[in-house]
């Protein structure tokens, strides 16, 4: 299975908002409600904050939201803070418990 | 409280084997699957396999397939990720993490770093 597809960097100011696009294929976003969103920061394992595409976990700012259309998943962080500034990754499942992660994105809060 | 805890960073030769742990506390770890992924330095995170330790069912990524051993001991509550020959190329950080089974890895280990150099 091929990575999903991530834009390398994205970037905003602190107060704006910013969108993250994961493009995969019919065979894993596409097929099942399963993507997936880390959070990492340097030197640190990452951490989930969105999964079930949508769903955010006990202790996650409601300024992290997640969505799906067809083959491309999208992360957007409302209201940017500077300790957002962090490498992000999608999942998807990709049937027989296995995933497949996206390249990764650099998001910089300016 | 959930934890996952790896075993410490490892400097090792090619060719020479190498088997790294990830130990679960403070859930049933017999009731989920745990997965490995890589991160080479610099680079994105890469799925590599999982097992569900009450039966030891594994699955690989076809990427790693053949290059690595997925293996648990659920008496002691511990997976492991295992290689027979290294190579300068499997130099990165491994980590595991726990999979409910819902796409999700919810918990992380904090990674262990193998360094391998002539």
């Known amino acids: 299975q091929s990575a999903l597809t991530q834009p390398p960097s994205a970037s905003g100011s602190p107060g704006q908002s910013v969108t993250i696009s994961c493009t995969g294929t019919?065979?894993?976003?596409?097929?099942?409600?399963?993507v997936s969103w880390y959070q990492q920061h340097p030197g640190k394992a990452p951490k989930v904050v969105i999964y079930?595409?949508?769903k955010r976990p006990s202790g996650v700012p409601e300024r992290f939201s997640g969505s799906k259309s067809g083959n491309t998943a999208s992360l957007t962080v409302s209201g940017l803070q500077a300790e957002d500034e962090a490498d992000y990754y999608c999942?998807?499942?990709?049937?027989?418990?296995?995933?497949?992660f996206g390249g990764g994105t650099k998001l910089t809060v300016l | 409280e959930v934890q996952l805890v790896q075993s410490g960073a490892e400097v090792k030769k090619p060719g020479e084997s190498l088997k790294i742990s990830c130990k679960g506390s403070?859930?049933?770890?017999?009731?989920?699957?745990i997965g490995w992924v890589r991160q080479m330095p610099g680079k994105g995170l890469e799925w590599m396999g999982i097992?569900?330790?009450?039966?030891?069912?594994?699955r690989y990524s076809p990427s790693f397939q053949g290059q690595v051993t997925i293996s648990a001991d659920k008496s002691i509550s511990t997976a492991y990720l295992q290689w027979s020959s290294l190579k300068a190329s499997d130099t990165a950080m491994y980590y595991c993490?726990?999979?409910?089974?819902?796409?999700?890895?919810?918990?992380w280990g904090q990674g262990t770093l193998v360094t391998v150099s002539s």
């Open positions: 993490a726990r999979f409910p089974g819902n796409g999700r890895l919810d918990y």
């Open positions: 403070g859930y049933r770890f017999t009731s989920y699957w």
């Open positions: 097992i569900y330790p009450s039966d030891s069912d594994t």
């Open positions: 019919s065979s894993d976003v596409g097929s099942y409600n399963y």
């Open positions: 079930e595409v949508s």
């Open positions: 999942s998807s499942y990709a049937g027989n418990n296995n995933l497949v």
